[in-house]
């Protein structure tokens, strides 16, 4: 269990062919891998840029090798995609079971979905172009990043009926969240001086105190 | 004037060598178009995937034609970035010249900066990746962007201290900014039935209110 603001937050992993084997979570560790590799790549040259030997040479892997795990480029695109929403998915049925009141499931929303950019994948695959993607595997990409912006507007949408966020458009309150949030993938460097804790409480007590009602008088912390 | 919200807000135009000559006036005009066309292409299939050939004809012309406007694809995407910053920043300038309160001052900035987004190439051309520019052309495009930043933290700073905005970081505040407005380049669609004033004005509403010591009771206006 992970220690976030005033609150634990359990991260979920999904599950990437993870069965009780050794042998099939070594091929799932490496998978991940694999997958963060790539992701960086993307994100540096872009899809078509990127070539799948320098994404082998990274995980220290031959050309070859890596075709054992993924049929080829757009199969690693499919998977990035794939892994960061099964872990935004995740996070959201947590954060939604939970029943709190709605300015507390956005917080605990924002300081888990901050980690994810900042702590898997660098979270570049969940901005990656999708236009690589063949008709198939698009559509079942975008249902499952639909559902997550739909789990987020009905976060909203509750808290503006109780009263407890101000009245306004739900869709533009939440793509505003989520471009401050998927953007940390930009310029967030896990070397520099800001630890992904700072980042996830501060977007938190920003993005929540702009929609309350009643926000606290000061900051929760003066720096 | 355009009028935004509460305020009027004269849009800037970067000057694309415009002369007084209307020739030279056609070919700046021409530039422009050649930008929008590529920003668009750049962004749904990354540098590397997008083609001069579709570059040029999507504004009717022919791939010889268009090397008569720019060098080769590394000169316009250099120049796309060179037009959006360029009016980001005389954006900037108008703003901090006017002498406002920091909050003002930051709405006038987050309104003008969406519509910039919305109107102007439609933003893409600032999130664009620079990995694909020569060194000297990066270094140049860099230094604009991080003077734009430097400006958006000075505001921020100012309202700190003047006790305006809650204590934080600034940086992070700014990066905040910076990624709801940019992210708008992902999901805006001009035929959509979000108007780009609406937009400007639920984000100034949305992202101020969240710094604001002070903020307003409730939101300026019932949905």
Not at 84 to 104: C, F, H, T
Request: aromatic share 10%.
């Amino acid at each position: 269990v992970r220690q976030i603001g005033r609150e634990n937050w359990e991260p979920v992993y999904y599950n990437l062919n993870v069965r009780s084997k050794p042998r099939s979570r070594r091929v799932a560790a490496r998978r991940v891998a694999i997958l963060r590799s790539a992701a960086a790549a993307f994100r540096r040259r872009g899809f078509h840029g990127a070539s799948v030997e320098a994404i082998a040479r990274a995980v220290r892997m031959t050309k070859g090798n890596l075709y054992y795990y993924f049929a080829d480029k757009e199969a690693i695109l499919y998977a990035c995609h794939d892994y960061s929403l099964g872990l935004a998915l995740a996070l959201m049925a947590a954060v939604r079971r939970s029943r709190q009141p709605p300015d507390r499931q956005l917080r605990r929303l924002i300081e888990g979905f901050v980690h994810l950019i900042t702590d898997e994948l660098h979270g570049s695959a969940l901005t990656l172009e999708l236009d690589a993607l063949g008709p198939a595997r698009r559509r079942r990409i975008v249902a499952r990043r639909d559902r997550f912006d739909r789990g987020l507007r009905a976060i909203l949408r509750r808290g503006i009926r109780q009263g407890v966020f101000v009245p306004g458009d739900a869709k533009l309150y939440g793509f505003a969240i989520m471009g401050a949030m998927n953007w940390i993938a930009r310029w967030y460097d896990p070397a520099g001086p800001v630890s992904s804790n700072e980042i996830a409480r501060t977007f938190a007590d920003y993005l929540v105190r702009g929609l309350s009602v009643r926000p606290r008088a000061t900051a929760p912390r003066t720096p």
